[in-house]
Protein backbone atom coordinates (compact mmCIF):
# COMPACT_ATOMS: atom_id res chain seq x y z
CA UNK A 1 0.00 0.00 0.00
CA UNK A 2 1.28 3.18 -1.27
CA UNK A 3 1.95 5.75 1.46
CA UNK A 4 0.37 9.31 1.04
CA UNK A 5 0.73 11.52 3.32
CA UNK A 6 2.05 12.76 6.79
CA UNK A 7 -0.49 11.23 9.35
CA UNK A 8 -0.07 7.89 7.74
CA UNK A 9 3.77 8.46 7.89
CA UNK A 10 3.66 9.41 11.59
CA UNK A 11 1.31 6.09 12.14
CA UNK A 12 4.17 4.23 10.29
CA UNK A 13 6.73 5.32 12.98
CA UNK A 14 4.86 5.17 15.81
CA UNK A 15 4.13 1.28 15.40
CA UNK A 16 8.09 0.98 14.44
CA UNK A 17 8.44 2.91 18.21
CA UNK A 18 5.94 0.70 19.97
CA UNK A 19 7.59 -2.69 18.49
CA UNK A 20 10.76 -1.35 19.33
CA UNK A 21 9.73 -0.48 22.33
CA UNK A 22 8.46 -4.10 23.30
CA UNK A 23 11.49 -5.70 21.95
CA UNK A 24 13.58 -3.51 24.53
CA UNK A 25 11.18 -4.75 27.31
CA UNK A 26 13.47 -7.85 26.37
CA UNK A 27 16.42 -6.98 25.37
CA UNK A 28 16.99 -5.02 28.86
CA UNK A 29 15.85 -8.06 30.82
CA UNK A 30 18.50 -10.20 28.69
CA UNK A 31 21.58 -7.56 29.05
CA UNK A 32 20.37 -6.78 33.30
CA UNK A 33 21.20 -10.40 34.19
CA UNK A 34 24.11 -11.27 31.60
CA UNK A 35 25.67 -7.92 32.76
CA UNK A 36 28.62 -8.79 35.66
CA UNK A 37 28.24 -5.20 36.57
CA UNK A 38 26.26 -4.42 39.27
CA UNK A 39 25.10 -0.63 38.68
CA UNK A 40 24.86 -1.41 34.54
CA UNK A 41 22.67 -4.09 35.92
CA UNK A 42 20.27 -2.14 38.61
CA UNK A 43 20.09 0.40 35.52
CA UNK A 44 19.13 -1.95 32.48
CA UNK A 45 16.32 -3.45 35.10
CA UNK A 46 15.50 0.09 36.26
CA UNK A 47 14.64 1.36 32.21
CA UNK A 48 13.17 -2.06 31.54
CA UNK A 49 10.48 -1.67 33.83
CA UNK A 50 10.27 2.13 33.08
CA UNK A 51 10.16 0.68 29.18
CA UNK A 52 7.18 -1.54 30.19
CA UNK A 53 5.06 1.73 30.57
CA UNK A 54 6.89 3.05 27.55
CA UNK A 55 4.78 0.58 25.75
CA UNK A 56 1.88 1.59 27.51
CA UNK A 57 1.87 5.15 26.57
CA UNK A 58 2.76 4.23 23.17
CA UNK A 59 -0.88 2.46 23.22
CA UNK A 60 -2.76 5.34 24.62
CA UNK A 61 -1.24 7.46 21.60
CA UNK A 62 -3.07 4.88 19.28
CA UNK A 63 -5.89 5.13 21.55
CA UNK A 64 -5.94 8.99 21.54
CA UNK A 65 -5.62 8.36 17.37
CA UNK A 66 -8.64 6.26 17.45
CA UNK A 67 -6.87 3.00 16.21
CA UNK A 68 -5.62 -0.10 17.17
CA UNK A 69 -2.33 -0.63 18.66
CA UNK A 70 0.01 -1.99 16.16
CA UNK A 71 3.50 -3.04 15.90
CA UNK A 72 5.69 -3.19 12.47
CA UNK A 73 9.58 -3.90 12.58
CA UNK A 74 12.39 -1.40 12.44
CA UNK A 75 15.36 -2.85 10.47
CA UNK A 76 17.34 -0.69 12.62
CA UNK A 77 16.37 -1.99 15.75
CA UNK A 78 17.00 -5.62 14.26
CA UNK A 79 20.61 -4.64 13.28
CA UNK A 80 21.73 -3.31 16.44
CA UNK A 81 20.23 -7.11 18.17
CA UNK A 82 21.81 -8.93 15.24
CA UNK A 83 25.14 -7.83 16.05
CA UNK A 84 25.18 -7.71 20.13
CA UNK A 85 24.25 -11.16 19.72
CA UNK A 86 27.28 -11.87 17.24
CA UNK A 87 29.36 -10.15 19.75
CA UNK A 88 28.06 -12.29 22.54
CA UNK A 89 28.79 -15.31 21.07
CA UNK A 90 32.34 -14.27 19.99
CA UNK A 91 33.35 -12.73 23.18
CA UNK A 92 34.35 -14.91 26.45
CA UNK A 93 35.55 -11.78 28.61
CA UNK A 94 33.16 -10.63 31.29
CA UNK A 95 34.58 -7.41 31.66
CA UNK A 96 34.81 -7.05 27.37
CA UNK A 97 31.38 -8.37 26.90
CA UNK A 98 29.59 -5.49 29.76
CA UNK A 99 31.70 -2.58 27.47
CA UNK A 100 29.42 -4.38 24.67
CA UNK A 101 26.18 -3.99 27.06
CA UNK A 102 27.07 -0.19 27.73
CA UNK A 103 27.51 0.60 24.40
CA UNK A 104 24.71 -1.19 23.31
CA UNK A 105 22.57 0.39 25.51
CA UNK A 106 23.97 3.95 24.72
CA UNK A 107 23.02 3.65 20.86
CA UNK A 108 19.46 2.33 21.55
CA UNK A 109 18.80 5.40 23.41
CA UNK A 110 20.79 7.44 21.21
CA UNK A 111 18.18 5.96 18.34
CA UNK A 112 15.09 6.02 20.56
CA UNK A 113 15.68 9.80 21.45
CA UNK A 114 15.94 10.35 17.35
CA UNK A 115 12.79 8.12 17.04
CA UNK A 116 10.72 10.80 19.47
CA UNK A 117 12.13 13.96 18.53
CA UNK A 118 10.82 13.05 14.70
CA UNK A 119 7.30 11.81 16.35
CA UNK A 120 6.78 14.66 18.37
CA UNK A 121 7.79 17.13 15.58
CA UNK A 122 5.29 15.62 12.92
CA UNK A 123 2.63 15.20 15.97
CA UNK A 124 3.29 18.80 16.19
CA UNK A 125 2.92 19.68 12.37
CA UNK A 126 -0.27 17.50 12.49
CA UNK A 127 -1.61 19.83 15.69
CA UNK A 128 -2.01 15.66 16.96
CA UNK A 129 -2.80 17.63 20.56
CA UNK A 130 -1.86 16.57 24.01
CA UNK A 131 -3.30 13.28 24.00
CA UNK A 132 -0.37 12.57 21.19
CA UNK A 133 2.47 14.60 22.35
CA UNK A 134 2.58 14.60 26.46
CA UNK A 135 3.03 10.55 26.35
CA UNK A 136 5.59 10.87 23.47
CA UNK A 137 7.46 13.86 25.45
CA UNK A 138 7.54 11.67 29.17
CA UNK A 139 8.65 8.53 26.81
CA UNK A 140 11.50 11.02 25.09
CA UNK A 141 12.49 12.50 28.59
CA UNK A 142 13.07 8.96 30.26
CA UNK A 143 15.24 7.71 27.15
CA UNK A 144 17.70 10.98 27.68
CA UNK A 145 17.75 10.38 31.28
CA UNK A 146 18.38 6.46 30.56
CA UNK A 147 21.36 8.16 27.99
CA UNK A 148 22.54 9.85 30.76
CA UNK A 149 22.97 7.39 33.02
CA UNK A 150 24.96 5.20 30.97
CA UNK A 151 27.13 7.93 29.90
CA UNK A 152 28.23 8.76 33.61
CA UNK A 153 28.83 5.25 34.01
CA UNK A 154 31.06 4.93 31.18
CA UNK A 155 32.73 7.37 33.10
CA UNK A 156 32.66 5.93 36.48
CA UNK A 157 35.49 5.34 38.40
CA UNK A 158 34.03 1.85 38.57
CA UNK A 159 34.81 1.05 35.43
CA UNK A 160 38.15 2.99 35.08
CA UNK A 161 40.32 -0.18 36.33
CA UNK A 162 38.15 -2.51 33.85
CA UNK A 163 39.17 0.33 30.88
CA UNK A 164 43.07 0.19 31.91
CA UNK A 165 42.73 -3.36 31.97
CA UNK A 166 41.24 -4.10 28.51
CA UNK A 167 43.56 -1.36 26.83
CA UNK A 168 46.73 -2.93 25.10
CA UNK A 169 49.41 -1.38 27.15
FE1 LIG B 1 12.42 3.27 25.32
New binding site residues.
Given amino acids: MAMNDLHELFVHKLAQQYY??QE?VETLDEMARHTTNDRMSQGFADHRD??RT?VQRLEDVFAALDRPAEARESAVLDGLEAERSELESEIEDDELLNMVYLNAGMMTERI?MTAYEGLTTIAEQLELGNDVQTPLES?YD??KSAYRELETMAAAKDLKSLWDRLTPS
Fill in positions: VELETQENEE
